[in-house]
């Protein structure tokens, strides 16, 4: 995954992957790094209610009103234009990450791929 992060970097693709580090400790067996206050997806979207679940279109966002936008980094913006513009650029660095790990993964032949395992 560095690999292919660094190679799209190379090309000005700003796809803007999160990579953690994992250490292997033996076979199938390891450890990651611990992320504070993130969430996987699924969960954003049990959030949402059990009948719709990852069918409702606006579950993360309505997770990340309720979780994320609450942060010094939104709530001390002076002027709505600055707050629009954190916001946007919130959302775009998401939407390139998220597909930045799906074709990753996708390249890489790893089968293991459902929101459980996409973080925000």
């Known amino acids: 995954m560095k690999i292919m992060d660094r190679l799209w970097a190379e090309e000005d693709l700003k796809i803007e992957m999160i990579i953690y580090d994992a250490m292997e400790t033996g076979f199938e067996q390891g450890y990651i790094e611990f992320v504070e ?24 966002k309505n997770y990340f009103m309720k979780n994320i936008s609450t942060n010094d980094i939104f ?31 996708y390249v890489l032949g790893i089968r293991d791929r459902h929101p459980s395992n996409y973080m925000l």
């Open 37 to 60: 206050n993130s969430a996987v997806i699924s969960k954003m979207h049990e959030q949402a209610g059990t009948i719709c679940g990852s069918y409702k279109a606006d579950s993360i």
């Open 75 to 105: 709530t001390k913006c002076n002027e709505e234009k600055e707050l629009s513009s954190k916001l946007k650029r919130y959302h775009d660095s998401f939407k390139t990450s998220l597909a930045g790990q799906s074709v990753a993964t």
